[in-house]
């Protein structure tokens, strides 16, 4: 039986990433992205520049507490300073301090970046590139020394000689990769297959004992990061370099999570560790999540619109012939099929969604009377493919099934400012409740938070399990915006269902509400939440019975 080549994978979210527009990790987040990188089988997990910040030198020491399974820690910095010996260079001293196994080195190959920003004499600069290797390198405890050779791909179309001496230092000062970077991102896949190929040449050609394997890292400037990774790949590059979702400086690095993907579906190559290829979408969430970044809604394979068929030819087909439009089962990297709803969609959708839970699948009616009330809701503003909630509550009442968990008299909002102080926000609510009238009062931090607060209030006590709903999401939409400020606007709500005492989230759900009044429009997005939670768990039929 054949092994299919290995790839590493070199993870760079805790170092580069983070130089992406509004991204900031804890001590504790690196910590915990790189156990799990670490658990799915990165083989390198670069954790920052050891002289940079506290945070970084604060990393490394916890890093070098913990056991890990696979990934090798790396460190990472610059080349020594010009006319500094390395043992005296403070930049130096911090990377083999640091204790990491693997120590990444950047250096200048482009000589437009040697002349004119480094501003040192090319000699002194390929100096400066092997003197920083080998004294890396000479100490015990570093293990591999990776070459981060800057600027690469605009280097050699610039002054080839003179990039591949760049290399030949680092080779001669014992570096284990030659990381060959397309630093600015424009380069072309046509121009990585040649020039990868040029190098492997290059390096075959010259006497040494034992020649460095090429590694690849790119930036994604001409939307071209993952076509050029594979083609270096190809080409003969042994690792690629880049981040969970591609965050990072600009319009950020490769997305090793798309690299991963393709790699081992599409390439047949060994990459991480068995089974880890299914865990992809929970490591791309776990970054969203650690990041405080929106998760991109198209990103390849891992994202709720991968796998998401809105129109209804789509759909039709996909309930008879799954690969008829996926690419690759949505299992394989542990995400799921989506069927939308929408004024785009047809009756396919509608069974495909809902019909078994609701008794509907055979029913081609009931299917298009659904249909037309999510065409007219969607005319008006709504937006149901990510407020499933508010979905199922229509189907509900087209069905005439939906419960009457209560019958709202009113409610009312009175917000209060005084000079010098903050703003102040009372709501009223008055229901009818199981047959019983609760009025109540509550303050809060805004509108929505005092009306939730008065809400509760009145609903406890004859649903108490509304306290295991928590907010976990809400956002404005402006529907119409020609109308200027009297614009129809769409209010979605998020909320967190948490049933024990451990605060762990369960599931999530988000509901969706539409008027030119924004609190009326939060009110409606916010009642069918309780609602919809209450029909959802037995709640209603629980207090009917008592």
């Known amino acids: 039986m054949t092994t299919a080549p290995r790839v590493e994978l070199y993870d760079t979210t805790l170092r580069d990433g983070t130089q992406g527009l509004g991204i900031a990790l804890t001590v504790v987040d690196k910590i915990n992205i790189a156990r799990l990188l670490d658990d ?22 916890e890093a070098r507490r ?96 003179y990039a591949l001496q760049t290399l030949d230092a680092a080779v001669r000062g014992g570096a284990t ?33 034992q020649a460095p394997s090429l590694a690849i890292h790119v930036h994604n400037d001409g939307g071209l990061a993952v076509a050029n990774s594979l083609a270096a790949v190809q ?20 997305d090793l999570i798309t690299i991963a993907a393709n790699l081992a579906l599409k390439y047949k190559l060994d990459v991480l560790r068995p089974g880890a290829v299914g865990r ?16 991109v809604p198209n990103q390849p394979y891992v994202s709720d619109g991968a796998f998401a068929h809105k129109g209804g030819m789509h759909v039709h087909a996909v309930q008879r012939i799954a690969h008829s439009y996926e690419h690759v089962p949505p299992e394989s990297i542990g995400n799921q099929r989506h069927i939308l709803v929408s004024e785009l969609s047809g009756a396919s959708n509608i069974a495909a969604e809902l019909g078994e839970k609701f008794g509907i699948a055979g029913d081609k009616a ?49 917000i209060s400012r005084h000079d010098g102080n903050p703003a102040g926000t009372e709501a009223t609510v008055k229901l009818m409740v199981n047959g019983r009238v609760e009025h109540n009062v509550a303050e809060g931090d805004g509108p929505v938070n005092a009306l939730d607060g008065a809400l509760r209030a009145c609903l406890r006590p004859h649903y108490p399990r509304i306290d295991e709903l928590h907010l976990a999401d809400y956002q404005v939409r402006v529907v119409n915006p020609s109308a200027e400020s009297a614009a129809r606007v769409r209010v979605t709500i998020t909320f967190a269902v948490r049933s024990d005492d451990s605060d762990r989230e369960t599931r999530l759900f988000t509901t969706v509400g539409v008027d030119e009044n924004i609190i009326d429009a939060s009110w409606r997005a916010l009642a069918d939440a309780i609602q919809y939670h209450l029909i959802e768990t037995n709640a209603t039929v629980q207090s009917s019975t008592r």
């Open 40 to 61: 799915l089988g990165f083989d390198y997990i670069e954790g920052g520049y050891p002289l940079s910040n506290p945070k970084d030198v604060a990393f490394f020491e």
């Open 66 to 161: 913990l056991e890990w399974k696979h990934a090798k820690v790396c460190a990472f910095g610059m080349t020594r300073r010009k006319g500094i010996a390395p043992e005296d260079d403070p930049g130096m001293n911090a990377l083999v301090s640091a204790g990491a196994p693997v120590i990444t080195i950047v250096g200048k190959t482009w000589d437009l970046h040697v002349d004119e920003v480094l501003r040192v004499d090319r000699e002194e600069n390929l100096a400066m590139i092997e003197d920083s290797i080998g004294f890396c390198a000479g100490h015990p405890q570093v293990e591999q020394v990776f070459y981060d050779a800057e600027h690469f791909f605009d280097g050699y179309k610039a002054n080839p000689d």
């Open 177 to 209: 990769r030659l990381v060959l970077c397309d630093t600015n991102g424009g380069s072309l896949p046509g121009e990585v297959t040649e020039i990868v190929h040029a190098v492997n040449e290059h390096i075959a050609s010259s006497p040494r004992p």
């Open 235 to 254: 080409a003969g590059c042994v690792q690629v370099q880049g981040t969970i979702n591609g965050i990072g400086e600009r319009c950020g690095n490769v």
């Open 280 to 295: 992809l979408t929970e490591l791309s969430r776990f970054v969203y999540e650690a990041t405080g970044t929106a998760p």
């Open 366 to 414: 009931t299917q298009r009377k659904v249909l037309e009330r999510v065409q007219d809701l969607e005319n008006a503003g709504y937006q149901f493919e990510h407020a499933k909630a508010s979905y199922e509550l229509l189907v509900y009442e087209v069905l005439g099934k939906r419960p009457a968990v209560w019958d709202l008299d009113h409610y009312r909002c009175v």
